[in-house]
């Protein structure tokens, strides 16, 4: 009996994915790249914890917005809004299974390329190509003007939110994606990290999205 996968090295490891036991090298070498991996699977929690230890920084080209600078406080104080658009991201992949970190990150960049246009009073907006970032990306704006529509109803501070401070918060998410991503083609790495610090309530693990991708 050989691996499914390679048909030469024999099958230890259980993949949840596959339904059947496969070789450690397939395995490690196929891993969110062909195998559509479950987040719960032992063997990628144990591959991603190795990646994350021995991952080198990035480089200062692989930096998104190299040239933005913002104090720490500046993201603190305005949590609730980082909140606002992880919780949007999570309730849109319980929707959209195949929402994957390349996905999610081009729906980011491409809000954040929108919003910092806006900050210099042009608006000019480029959604994603790809079907599901396109999604995504429209999921994001209509849950940021909610939010903002709320806040300064409620006359909350974060009401005084301008549009400069919503791209510098975008920009905070995309570094976060580039720092816990692991650049394969089918990761979670980000989006499992997001559902980590954001946990979504029962209530909206059971509401039904209203996007449909074709």
Known sequence: MACPICEKRPPKRFCPAMGEKICPICCGREREVTIDCPSDCPHLIAGRRYEAEHRKPLSVDEFPYRDIEFPADFVYERWPMVTNIASAILGFQLQNKELNDNSAY????????????????????????????RALYGQLVESLQNFRKQEAERADLSSSLRDSDVFRLLVFLLRICKQRTNGRPRSRAFLDFLRSRFPLPASARKETSRIIIP
């Open 106 to 133: 081009d729906a980011l960049e491409s809000l954040a390329e929108t919003y910092r246009t806006l900050g210099t009073g042009i608006y000019y907006e480029r959604p994603p190509n790809l079907p599901i970032a």
